[in-house]
């Protein structure tokens, strides 16, 4: 055999399947694998979707997962590999219980009605367009009022999921319960307005973080949560991030966002997903201002200096 059929006959590093130890002398041992830098350097896995959920409909009451799971990969519910969001829709004078929460933290919006929260470390009652943080912890109630309630929220429980962790008692929890009314929402939003901007500014928005979390500017650890404005008949200008993005649509008719390739046109109460590193934009056409929620798995990015903000598109 001449050199170059020698050289043929070689398997590739990358063809290499998965090896085991040849003689283990222990269980330990036993379960060692081995790759290469061939087959396992840059793992492929199924890219993050870019879609759009539609709030549930009048009627429908119960816990509403915006699940990619199956499109993801993953074994459990995630709405990004980080993240799930979720529309809670309780009855009226009716209760969701008992709400286990295994995220770190989850981030709740009230869409529409009124309520109150019980069964933690902190009990408040909610109304129309308040924010609230938990901490992961078990047992809590949401109570609604005569009205009904419609909630959004968006927690960490894949993160945790995917190494089948726990989250720490409340009592050793990175954060706390924090309410965000309505009411100091709008003051804070008429200070942001009354303040200017220059050109690199991303917008207005207001950043919601806690006397625990102040530091580092976050919700919580790993998630962040901004609560964007768009002026009619104006566009934020294209831009990508290495996080992954959910979007509640909040206020803004003829709207709509540019992710990647695709047009998604807002609707009511939508959910919309920004997958990690997408260039996207976010377009007003209509007379109105538009308001959108976004919560990220930036804390994390940012801890890792791996958030890679940049605009795509120069200032007009």
């Known amino acids: ?97 008992p709400l286990d929460l295994n995220a770190t933290g989850a981030v709740w919006y009230v869409i529409a009605g009124s309520g109150r929260l019980a069964g933690g470390a902190d009990s408040f009652a909610f109304g129309t367009g308040d924010v609230f943080l938990l901490p992961g912890a078990t047992g809590y109630r949401l109570e609604a009022g005569a009205e009904g309630a419609l909630l959004w929220t968006v927690g960490n429980e894949p993160q945790l999921a995917f190494e089948r962790a726990q989250p720490a008692p409340v009592a050793k929890a990175t954060i706390d319960a924090v309410h965000y009314t309505a009411a100091e929402i709008e003051r804070q939003f008429a200070l942001i307005f009354a303040s200017a901007t220059h050109d690199d500014t991303s917008g207005r928005a207001l950043i919601f973080s806690s006397d625990r979390q102040a530091a580092a500017r976050n919700l919580t650890p790993t998630l962040t949560l901004s609560f964007n404005t768009l002026a009619p008949h104006t566009h934020q200008r294209t831009h990508r991030h290495n996080s992954a993005a959910v979007t509640l649509v909040v206020q803004g008719a003829g709207c709509h966002s540019v992710v990647g390739e695709a047009h998604c046109p807002w609707e009511p109460w939508a959910t919309l997903v920004t997958p990690p590193g997408a260039p996207h934009s976010h377009h007003n056409a209509g007379a109105q201002g538009a308001r959108f929620l976004i919560v990220q798995d930036g804390g994390l990015h940012y801890h890792a200096r791996t958030m890679g903000f940049e605009f795509l598109e120069a200032v007009e």
């Open 1 to 97: 055999m001449n050199d170059a059929a020698a050289v043929a006959n070689v398997l590739d590093m990358a063809d290499l399947p998965m090896q085991h130890p040849r003689s283990p002398a222990s269980a330990a041992q036993a379960r060692a694998r081995f790759f290469n830098s061939g087959n396992a350097f840059n793992v492929k896995l199924p890219a993050v979707p870019a879609r759009l959920f539609s709030a549930p409909q009048e009627g429908r009451f119960g816990v509403f997962d915006c699940d990619q799971s199956r499109a993801l990969g993953c074994a459990f519910a995630a709405t990004t590999p980080l993240m799930l969001a979720r529309y809670v829709r309780i009855a009226a004078r009716d209760a969701l219980l």
